[in-house]
């Protein structure tokens, strides 16, 4: 029963536009989630991080939004480059058990 | 400041035959989790280890099992191996347990069973 899904396996954008990555979760119990950013060969990196007591959170070019009533989470990358081109996953969390979508391939194209 | 290492890198084994998993946690990290990472899927939870105890575990068999050693450093044991439990198996480390405590990957171990 996959609880968190990305829906969208791959996105490509074009360098400086901004990429927008989706994710969807079932449990209404997760109070934690988290974007992960995978490269080839290495292990996920945490990116960003959100409360479910809040809707927004910024760092930088990343932005998480957090609409509970839909049971959605989306990360806005302004402005894309070449080098954020990787897998990013979602993940969210009730206590200390994590919950990851299957990832989504984004490209950035120069 | 070290990372969280894994080893070993790459692993071949039979079906039915026993395999341990090591990990080293991040200098000061007191908390790892082991993940499963099945082709074309997220990372599914195997479980936690804070402080040398399990603190929680995710929709797994008994056959996985796990240890932390007194420098926090891991060991993932799964035994009777089956083809499904090829994947790649990745521990992270972290300062703590909660689920707001930053969890640093490891690069993972490659896990083929024939």
């Known amino acids: 029963d996959q609880q968190v899904k990305q829906n969208s396996p791959s996105l490509s954008v074009q360098e400086g536009r901004i990429s927008i990555l989706n994710c969807d979760y079932t449990?209404?119990?997760?109070?934690?989630f988290l974007w992960y950013k995978k490269y080839p060969a290495e292990g996920p990196t945490f990116l960003i991080s959100?409360?479910?007591?809040?809707d927004k959170n910024e760092d930088g070019r990343f932005t998480v939004f957090l609409n509970k009533s839909a049971k959605h989470l989306s990360l806005h990358i302004v402005p894309s480059q070449p080098g954020d081109s990787a897998v990013y996953f979602c993940?969210?969390?009730?206590?200390?058990?994590?919950?990851f979508g299957t990832g989504t391939s984004l490209t950035v194209i120069p | 400041e070290t990372g969280v290492t894994q080893s070993p890198t790459h692993l071949i084994k039979t079906r039915g035959q026993q395999v341990t998993l090591r990990c080293s946690s991040q200098?000061?990290?007191?908390?790892v989790s082991w993940y499963q990472q099945a082709l074309g899927q997220g990372p599914q939870f195997i479980f936690q280890?804070?402080?040398?105890?399990?603190?929680g575990r995710g929709n797994f068999p008994p056959r996985f099992s796990g240890l932390q050693f007194p420098n926090y450093s891991s060991e993932l044991n799964v035994n009777a191996l089956e083809l499904d439990d090829s994947a790649l198996y990745l521990c992270?480390?972290?300062f703590g347990q909660g689920a707001w405590e930053t969890q640093y990957f490891g690069p993972g171990t490659r896990l083929l069973v024939l």
């Open positions: 992270a480390s972290s």
């Open positions: 449990n209404s119990m997760f109070d934690y």
């Open positions: 959100i409360s479910s007591i809040k």
């Open positions: 993940a969210a969390s009730t206590g200390n058990q994590f919950y």
């Open positions: 200098s000061g990290h007191n908390t």
């Open positions: 280890y804070y402080r040398e105890e399990e603190n």
